[in-house]
């Protein structure tokens, strides 16, 4: 993977896959035909006050234009729309389940920061490739708020 910094501050996601796609980012921008940074919500901050980029518009230039497929792996999950003990499956070790899937696949890390703010980073199995042109880190599950993991698997053509 080579590193690739995020032209603004709402194009974290659409760069992180774009490192981790081999691609310019610039091209991904071009083929989904705007660049995020309409003002969709004007009474946020910057940069949530933008459009940004939806996670199902890169699902689908991974799809058609590179044949990747993207699958998501939650660090944690449950049944119901509670978070309490009668919803939890405890019988499942989270961590090792979702650091199999790191260990496996190449993909996009998604966060939440200490800030509150999300943010994305490119993963190669070993390392990330941070977006905000902050170079190659070591990483754990630890390391920071994951929210999710989106694996990127070579569909191919039938």
């Known amino acids: ?3 690739q910094t995020q032209p603004n501050n709402w194009s974290c996601m659409v760069t992180a896959f774009a490192i981790a796609l081999g691609v310019p980012v610039d091209y991904i921008i071009k083929i989904l035909g705007h660049d995020g940074s309409e003002i969709i919500f004007p009474d946020l901050p910057e940069p949530e ?3 940004g980029f939806h996670i199902q518009e890169i699902i689908d ?3 058609i234009h590179r044949e990747q497929a993207i699958v998501e792996i939650q660090p944690q999950y449950c049944f119901g729309n509670r978070y309490d003990e009668k919803t939890w ?3 499942i070790d989270f961590v090792k389940r979702f650091e199999n899937a790191m260990r496996d696949y190449r993909g996009v890390i998604g966060l939440r ?3 509150g703010r999300q943010h994305a980073l490119a993963w190669d199995r070993k390392l ?3 977006p905000r042109g902050n ?3 070591d990483f754990t599950i630890d390391s920071e708020g994951v929210i999710v993991f ?4 070579s569909i191919g053509t039938y």
């Open 1 to 3: 993977m080579e590193l």
């Open 49 to 51: 006050c933008r459009r």
């Open 61 to 63: 230039f991974a799809r």
């Open 89 to 91: 499956t405890p019988d």
């Open 113 to 115: 920061l200490v800030s």
């Open 128 to 130: 990330t490739y941070d």
């Open 135 to 137: 170079g190659h880190t």
């Open 150 to 153: 989106w694996i990127l698997e």
